[in-house]
RNA sequence: GGGGGUGCGCCGGAGUUGGAGAGCCGGGCCAGACUGUAAAUCUGGUGUCUCUGACUGAAUAGGUUCGAGUCCUAUCACCCCCA
């Protein structure tokens, strides 16, 4: 199976990432497995950019919309998830993309985690609300006891990571830190990684245009039917949080608008620090699809040297 | 035209009874971190320079004072009231 290419795009949202993907996959007649953590949900849709459904129907997606809101997902569940499908489209293609906005997912399936145990929700759940109760500085605390030698490495002051380290430290017993590897997992494919860019400028004129797009689109409806479960994890999204703002009477809809076109240019400037920190990624903008091309061709045929020439999947 | 008020940071707010501001809070912006919440969460920076230090700075120009963002005068801009 090492003759298979996993053709890697990531890039900020707005980018162009889904078009090109799907330009590319038809192109290479093969399909596409999205990277995105909000896409993964069959409530949220307009919001998140989903890939319509003529675009679903020119090239088969998969992991979009395929799980609910009210469960648990997280990057671990997809790369697993990931991988089954990867092996699937593997037997039927010698070129699949994985593609989205998720550079977290996206790291987990190429690179994979270290080997850690399912930690059950209730202890996350139980340590979240102890530090909405005794605060940051307990938290740490109690990690002095569980794992003082994670504690040198963490930032103490972000509860996420503390809360995640005291999960795994007192659900198995073990300091956190003891998992911690940090080696990357060999896969049974070749990785292209190509990263998306744009100038700064350009990027957020197009977020701002997109955000339009998706109120005229009637994101306003769905987002409303979605208001009574703001609670939810997946809904502490860009977009979603300003219009239940909105719905609330603590934005006007201008504002609100205006507040997610702020929202989801930040978001795109953590998406841009991340993969400008991942190593060695391709980038192009996304209107050099020739250029991609070369280069995915270049490193189709140089895989496995030897093995022939490549073949035309059949749909 | 007459009277009153306000004026410092990219923006909003707070505050200074004449006694140390490169300076409080929030936002923005820039930069960064991130191995299971990742569209989440968190960190730093944000007058200028020859940058471990120095310089300039409270609308503008003067004045009073040991000392002015604070008091006085003029000018400018904006707001309110009367014509």
């Known amino acids: 199976m090492s003759n298979k290419l996993l053709v890697v795009i990531g890039g900020p949202t707005g980018v162009g990432k889904t078009d090109l993907a799907i330009q590319l996959a038809a192109h290479y007649h093969t399909e596409i497995i999205s990277a995105d953590s909000r896409q993964i949900y069959k409530e949220l849709n307009i919001g998140v950019g989903r890939p319509s459904l003529a675009q679903l129907d020119a090239v088969p997606h998969h992991l979009v919309g395929h799980t ?128 998306l860019d744009l100038p700064r400028e350009e990027l957020f004129k197009r977020i701002d245009q997109r955000v339009l797009n998706m109120i005229t689109s009637g994101w306003e409806e769905e987002a409303r039917s979605l208001h009574p479960l703001k609670h939810l994890k997946a809904l502490q999204t860009v977009g979603y949080k300003e219009l239940f703002e909105y719905f609330e009477g603590i934005l006007t809809l201008p504002q609100a608008i205006a507040a997610i076109q702020q929202s989801t240019r930040r978001y795109a400037k953590r998406q841009i620090t991340w993969w400008r920190h991942q190593g060695s990624w391709h980038s192009f903008s996304p209107d050099h699809d020739k250029s991609i091309v070369d280069i995915i061709d270049f490193h189709f045929n140089a895989r496995g040297k030897g093995q022939g020439a490549r073949s035309k999947d059949e749909p």
């Open 68 to 195: 609910t809101i009210f469960g648990h997902y997280t990057a671990g569940h997809f790369a697993d998830d990931a991988l089954n499908i990867l092996e699937k489209l593997f037997s039927l293609h010698d070129i699949v993309f994985l593609t989205g906005g998720t550079g977290l997912y996206v790291k987990a399936v190429i690179e994979g985690f270290d080997e850690m145990p399912d930690i059950p929700i209730e202890i996350n759940e139980r340590w979240t609300t102890y530090w909405k109760e005794n605060g940051t500085e307990a938290l740490v605390a109690n990690l002095q006891k569980l794992d003082p030698d994670y504690l040198e490495i963490v930032d103490k002051s972000n509860p996420i990571r503390l809360i995640r380290a005291l999960a795994v430290s007192e659900a198995t017993g073990k300091p956190y830190s003891s998992f911690r590897k940090g080696k990357q997992t060999e896969r049974p494919f070749q990785i292209l990684p190509i990263v």
